[in-house]
T-cell receptor, first 113, second 115 residues
Framework: AQSVTQPDIHITVSEGASLELRCNYSYGATPYLFWYVQSPGQGLQLLLK??????LVQGIKGFEAEFKRSQSSFNLRKPSVHWSDAAEYFC???????????FGGGTRLMVKP | DADVTQTPRNRITKTGKRIMLECSQT?????MYWYRQDPGLGLRLIYYSFDVKDINKGEISDGYSVSRQAQAKFSLSLESAIPNQTALYFC??????????????FGPGTRLTVL
């Protein structure tokens, strides 16, 4: 069975500081990995995805993530956080059949002025 | 116009009532999904459908049923709502196939409260 762990439930960073959100997954084969963002009262928007190839993937809004197979991790990073980045972030792993997307519990990001 | 729409956006109902949540999409995707979101638990899959004649249970299907009326429409029903079904419900679609087809596109969500 596949699973995703996001160890940090809440994170607070100052505006302009760097950000790293952690994601660890469990899946027996090469995973499909995703990061979604949910702003208050909104649906989920895809930030970036990893299917294969280069392990450092670039996404929207200045986000990037690195797939590390040896650590079963797919951490999300941003070099300089903006106040508008305050939201909840979800990491997800998809199976090869495309019928199962398993989400982590989410990390709520707060940005201090 | 939104590609994936959900109606209603908010609903308050009472224990024991039947309720239906509807999802429509204009993306032309074959695959559709229903999830529920609870604080700290992320999103969990309730049901999914790969085409009009294909319906499958997800991780937490008990207490729910679905209907795929057409390629573009997928509805979720609670036959007899109970308070622990209070949650945020999301519909999603994907194009299928490998690689890019695994990406899912989400609707805006329906907030359901069962009193």
């Amino acid at each position: 069975a596949q699973s995703v762990t996001q160890p940090d439930i809440h994170i607070t960073v100052s505006e302009g500081a760097s950000l790293e959100l952690r994601c660890n997954y469990s899946y027996g084969a090469t995973p499909y990995l995703f990061w979604y963002v949910q702003s208050p009262g909104q649906g989920l928007q895809l930030l970036l995805k990893y299917f294969s190839g280069d392990t450092l993937v670039q996404g929207i809004k200045g986000f990037e993530a690195e797939f590390k197979r040896s650590q079963s991790s797919f951490n999300l990073r941003k070099p300089s956080v903006h106040w508008s980045d305050a939201a909840e972030y979800f990491c997800a792993v998809g199976n090869n059949a495309g019928n199962m997307l398993t989400f982590g519990g989410g990390t709520r990001l707060m940005v201090k002025p | 116009d939104a590609d994936v729409t959900q109606t209603p956006r908010n609903r308050i109902t009472k224990t024991g009532k039947r309720i239906m949540l509807e999802c429509s999409q204009t993306k032309g995707h074959d695959r559709m999904y229903w999830y529920r979101q609870d604080p700290g638990l992320g999103l969990r899959l309730i049901y999914y459908s790969f085409d009009v004649k294909d319906i499958n249970k997800g991780e937490i299907s008990d207490g729910y049923s679905v209907s795929r009326q057409a390629q573009a429409k997928f509805s979720l029903s609670l036959e007899s709502a109970i308070p622990n079904q209070t949650a945020l419900y999301f519909c999603a679609t994907s194009g299928g196939g490998s690689g890019q087809g695994h990406e899912q596109f989400f609707g805006p969500g329906t907030r359901l409260t069962v009193l």
